[in-house]
């Protein structure tokens, strides 16, 4: 049985010696229309995603319906809108879930959501969702983390914004609630990150340090960041979906398009894949190619009990002689028997004993 870390979403098993579990964000990119939810649903299966990823909040579940200067965006993506208008303008109807999630299952791929307060939670349930996510903004906030917990589903929390304390809490706070299977995701919530707020050495500290399965939540603007991420130990890689970057909704600017979320699900199993373990012999797909190496050939005509000098071999490819390492091992030797030009040397042809 593995010691690794695991978690199980839906019969899949996450853990970092399993391949990624790559999950689709559909956040806001719906743009108001519940034909294009169901769309990305579709693209993210086609692509190759684990799992799509809902949030489920209404507006007046997650902000004030305020003017004042506390509840205004000011700088960023979203700069001088009301916070109130922006969660109504993205916020995923709650109507709509019960579709998506038959959609989903009948696709075959894993659906769960971001649930933002209790009532979010308690509809989530309603649906069977095989897991939780807890958002970055909502990391700090122990008493939704406990409710989620309750539930006995695995949970994944995002960890941007949050100090090492803070990922503590939030930890304590899952177990407290009655969560087993748990884990934490690397995250940096600029919409888009730039890839060096990333650093991404953060990934196996955080699972030296926390012992959970890790991994990262991803808002630069292209793969490469998640599929290094790999490298280090990232189990999970999130990134935001769009079927159209340029449709104006507001997280389509920095999520994948369908073509490259197919290229992040086949890169992040492809770097998983090539990490593997620690091996020094040689491989499978070597073995053809193994006669090209360089070996000892004759480049003389010799006859029976004739001396070989240095002069007499040389270190050639292809590799059906002796290996080049005995070359002072058989300069002295004689031979056994005449050889031709171009024979490969080998001890049935070299006499056991140096010659005086």
Not at 34 to 63: F, M, N, S
Not at 86 to 91: G, K, M, P, S
Not at 204 to 210: A, K, S
Not at 232 to 244: N, Q, S, V, W
Request: glycine share 8%; net charge negative; charged share 20%.
């Amino acid at each position: 049985m593995s010691s690794t870390p695991s978690l199980h979403i839906a019969g899949r098993r996450i853990a970092a010696d399993a391949p990624p579990y790559v999950i689709a964000e559909l956040s806001a990119n719906h743009n108001g229309q519940l034909d294009i939810a169901l769309r990305i649903v579709e693209e993210a299966h086609k692509a190759g995603a684990d799992a799509v990823k809902l949030q489920t909040y209404r507006p007046d579940t997650i902000t004030l319906d305020c003017d004042t200067d506390d509840f205004l965006i000011h700088g960023g993506l979203w700069d001088g809108r009301r916070l109130y208008d922006l969660y109504e303008e993205a916020h995923m109807p709650w109507e709509w879930h019960a579709p998506l999630f038959a959609h989903a299952r009948k696709l075959g791929i894993s659906i769960f959501s971001s649930p933002f307060d209790s009532t979010a939670v308690d509809l989530l349930e309603d649906l069977d969702a095989p897991a939780y996510k807890i958002a970055s903004f909502e990391a700090i906030d122990l008493p939704l983390i406990k409710y989620v917990a309750s539930t006995k589903k695995p949970m994944i929390i995002s960890t941007g914004l949050a100090d090492a304390q803070e990922i503590q809490e939030a930890i304590d706070a899952a177990r407290a609630g009655g969560c087993e299977e748990l884990a934490i995701l690397h995250c940096v919530s600029g919409y888009p990150a730039p890839a060096a707020d990333y650093n991404l050495h953060t990934i196996p500290d955080m699972m030296q340090r926390f012992g959970l399965v890790t991994g990262l939540s991803d808002h630069t603007l292209d793969n490469t960041t998640a599929i290094a991420s790999v490298a280090l130990g990232a189990a999970i890689i999130e990134k935001h979906f769009t079927l159209d970057r340029s449709a104006g909704g507001p997280d389509d600017s920095f999520s994948l398009e369908p073509v490259e979320m197919t290229q992040l699900c086949h890169g992040a199993r492809t770097a998983w894949e090539a990490i593997g373990r620690v091996e020094y012999g040689r491989k499978s797909s070597e073995q053809g190619n193994a006669k090209f190496r360089r070996s000892l050939y004759f480049v003389q005509n010799l006859k029976a009990g004739d001396v070989i000098s240095a002069a007499a071999i040389r270190s050639v490819r292809p590799g059906f002689g002796l290996a080049p390492k005995h070359t002072e091992a058989v300069i002295g030797r004689r031979v056994t028997r005449d050889v031709q030009f171009g024979t490969p040397v080998n001890w049935s042809l070299v006499d056991v004993a140096p010659q005086d």
